[in-house]
């Protein structure tokens, strides 16, 4: 027999009300005057509320300040989800509005549910993240679009090597006086200089960043200086403003200084001295106040000892040189650089913590690291993948850290000799030659990036991209 439909609405509904109250870390009703008419004990549990004390009849207001359950009886719509954080636990609160037969309100009841929540955690952490961007963004949006996006405490470590790092990044932030911040690739000499920017009191103004190695040489005179309106074909009426302008008042971040060519070292230079610069197929000068971060891999003394780079430029550029350690250098660093990353990643993706042990920590120590901390940050993000977003195991560290690279070789050579069950992907082997190569000219140019390029006739910009792909 089928039964009444109004039995069955009225069953749902206490059962539905019954299976909330027991989910729910706690359950209130008001009447529409928003006077509490009921509130069980877990609630007032929760609330820290004395058991004994009777609510019944209060305001909800002096109960719970900042309550929606006004809202809901104002508007008669339920809030069904909302993410509350009580001191640091984390909560879903729901609030219903309740109507009488003529759709009348008549009151409002509300439950908190509290888990230990593992299945929100990437909501509330998505949530977390997303507030983050966005005062991020409003903050950035309020300069421009160009305000430094790290503080000298985002440069993670504690061994010796990089508190100096951070104590000279500091001192350097007290004057406008040219740094040069050298380092091998991924030690976080871009940070490093966003951060010198955020703590001087440049900080109001643009921190603009080019990379001179990644722009093709004939760009590269107005990427820094701009053209005039009509300079070219195809520039519009407003002409281009210069890197060098938009950072006017602020900092202008050098990056691989030393693939510098030689012409745009000279204007450089004279820019320098003069204090202001000359737009392209221009004829007014632009008065300009810059503090100068160059940052580059290589060893700048030694080019300009090889007649590579300018001496007299490199003087008015070495000011401050600081010198950041590569990460072999300083190994115990690993364990808070991993954490770091690991946390970003979680932030980023949405997912619960993730922890690492000592024991894969202690793996991590074992390797050397060419690529520094962004190899090390790639390893993290595979290690994160190959896991599921579960814990980091050891094992997992032990199978992804790579090989000695003449095993890696080896296993090439095998794979190709040994038919093609094992061949490696194409993209695989491809990379893999390419990456060999470009060492190769690596070596024989002396570290010569433009050098290297030319002997494999490559352009220096996919020279420039490659080599960072591939950490060289
Ligand atoms: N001390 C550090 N603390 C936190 N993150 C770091 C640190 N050092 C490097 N990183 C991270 O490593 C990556 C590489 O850093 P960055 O781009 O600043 O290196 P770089 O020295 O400029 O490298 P390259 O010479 O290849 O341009 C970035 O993801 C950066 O956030
Ligand atoms: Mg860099």
Known sequence: MIPDIRDLRSRAQSSFFEIFEELAEGG????????IVWINAKYQKFLGIPANRNLVGLPISEVIP??????????GHPILLDLMEYSDRRCIVSRFPLFDDDRRIIG????????????????????RKLSTALSRAESSLRNGGRSARYSVSQFIGTTPGAL?????????ALSSLPVVITGETGTGKEILAQAIHAASDRAGGNFVAVNVAAIPEALLEVEFFGAAPGAYTGLGKQGRIGKMQLANGGTLLLDEVADMPAAIQSKLLRALQEREIEPLGGNAVVKVDVRLISATSRDLESLVQSGQ???????RLNAYPIRIPPLRERLADIAA???????EIVLRDGLSSISIGAAAINLLQGHDWPGNVRELRNMIERLVLEGGGKDIEAATVRDLLPRQSKAAAGRRGDTLAGGTALLPR??????????????????QAGGDRTRAAELLQMPRSTFYAK??????
């Open 309 to 315: 780079f300018r001496a007299d430029l490199s003087y």
């Open 467 to 472: 080599a960072r792909e591939y950490s060289i």
């Open 28 to 35: 209130i009703a008001t009447d529409k005057d928003a006077r």
């Open 66 to 75: 900042r309550s929606l359950i006004p809202r809901v009886l104002d508007t």
């Open 108 to 127: 409002a009841f509300g439950f908190v549910l509290y888990d230990n929540l593992n299945e929100i955690m990437p909501l509330m952490n998505k949530v």
């Open 337 to 343: 650089l991993a954490e770091h990353i690991l946390e």
């Open 164 to 172: 100096e790092v951070k104590r000279q990044a500091r001192a350097a």
């Open 426 to 443: 194409m993209a695989e082997a491809v990379a893999a030659l390419e990456s060999d190569l470009m060492r190769a000219a690596m070596v």
